[in-house]
């Protein structure tokens, strides 16, 4: 089966550093992962695995990280096709670097949270586990961020751009 994984919270501000290539020869070593790659150095990648649920390729890969680096990462993990399916439901015009998917651990606790802060002209729509945005100018103009959506929806979450998230498609697809 083949998945999608996102860490939350690497290499940002230099925090929870890790060099990609390292981890994915942690990854590569994991006898029930047949397969690993990423992409950038945020943490993203596609793992194909003869294990069958998210759940225990998401422990498997907590446990390389405590174990290998010390960190307590939240790890996302989807099959492909529910990942394309949470993120073709993406409700926006594709602009360019406009356009984000925030994707949360077990949805929102408080689905109507953001609509206790105006968020100006940024548009957004909360799904069952995710969050569709198109900013008004770009992400680091906004108030509607990775922080401000886990406050205001008392959820973990973590963000990607829309070219991100179509390369990882692209990437477990091929």
């Given at each position: 089966?083949?998945?999608?994984v996102l860490?939350?919270?690497?290499?940002?501000?230099?925090?929870?550093?890790m060099?990609?290539?390292?981890?994915?020869?942690?990854?590569?070593?994991?006898d029930?992962f047949t397969?690993v790659?990423?992409y950038?150095?945020?943490?993203?990648f596609?793992i194909?695995?003869?294990?069958n649920?998210?759940k225990?390729?998401?422990?498997i890969?907590?446990?390389?990280?405590?174990?290998?680096?010390g960190?307590?990462?939240?790890?996302f993990?989807?099959?492909?096709?529910?990942f394309?399916?949470?993120?073709?439901?993406?409700?926006?015009?594709?602009?360019?670097?406009r356009n984000?998917?925030?994707?949360?651990?077990?949805?929102s606790?408080?689905?109507?949270?953001?609509?206790?802060?105006n968020f100006?002209?940024?548009?957004?729509?909360?799904d069952?586990l995710?969050?569709?945005?198109?900013?008004?100018?770009?992400?680091?103009?906004?108030k509607?961020?990775?922080?401000?959506i886990?406050?205001?929806?008392?959820t973990?979450?973590?963000?990607?751009?829309?070219?991100?998230?179509?390369?990882l498609?692209?990437?477990?697809?091929?």
């Amino acid at each position: 089966m083949i998945y999608i994984v996102l860490l939350r919270g690497i290499n940002v501000s230099g925090k929870n550093k890790m060099i990609m290539k390292d981890f994915v020869s942690l990854l590569a070593n994991v006898d029930e992962f047949t397969k690993v790659n990423s992409y950038i150095q945020s943490g993203n990648f596609v793992i194909k695995s003869n294990l069958n649920t998210v759940k225990d390729i998401s422990l498997i890969i907590n446990n390389v990280i405590t174990n290998h680096y010390g960190y307590n990462i939240e790890v996302f993990t989807y099959t492909l096709t529910h990942f394309k399916e949470l993120v073709n439901k993406h409700p926006f015009e594709i602009i360019d670097k406009r356009n984000y998917v925030v994707f949360t651990k077990n949805g929102s606790q408080n689905p109507k949270g953001l609509d206790q802060k105006n968020f100006g002209s940024d548009n957004y729509r909360v799904d069952s586990l995710i969050i569709h945005i198109c900013y008004a100018t770009k992400y680091s103009d906004s108030k509607l961020n990775n922080n401000s959506i886990e406050k205001l929806l008392q959820t973990t979450a973590t963000s990607r751009n829309w070219n991100t998230v179509q390369k990882l498609i692209a990437m477990a697809s091929a």
